[in-house]
Nanobody, 126 residues
């Protein structure tokens, strides 16, 4: 099973940008559909974005469409989340997730993923 390590979170002012990344090891990266989720204090973990195995298909939560971009570099076994125009409501721990699937699409439900990273904190100040 793949191991996932996130990095690149931090503290930023509203309107700023961050680009967390997630490095995978221990298995063939292209076997995995990948996703980003987030969890704010006192709230359930929620879907942010997903990307297909090839990177050709992506899905986004309505709250981040037009501001966030998910991408992957299969040669570097790395997943990215480019976050622009950040808002205080985006403050959360961000997790990358992975699951082996033969399909060529994306997955948006938390329970569909079985590998998780440890998370990286993103804090947006007003």
């Amino acid at each position: 099973q793949v191991q996932l390590v996130e990095s690149g979170g931090g503290l930023v002012q509203a309107g700023g940008s961050l680009r967390p990344s997630c490095t995978a090891s221990g298995d063939t990266f292209t076997r995995y559909v990948m996703g980003w989720f987030r969890q704010a204090p006192g709230k359930e973990r929620e879907f942010v974005a997903s990307i297909s195995r090839s990177g050709c298909s992506t899905s986004y939560a309505d709250s981040v469409k037009g501001r966030f971009t998910i991408s992957r570099d299969n040669a570097k076994n790395t997943l990215y989340l480019t976050m622009n125009n950040l808002k205080p409501a985006d403050t959360a721990v961000y997790y990358c997730a992975a699951v082996v699937r033969l399909l060529t699409s994306t997955l948006v439900r938390t329970q569909e993923y079985d590998c998780w990273g440890q998370g990286t904190q993103v804090t947006v100040s007003s």
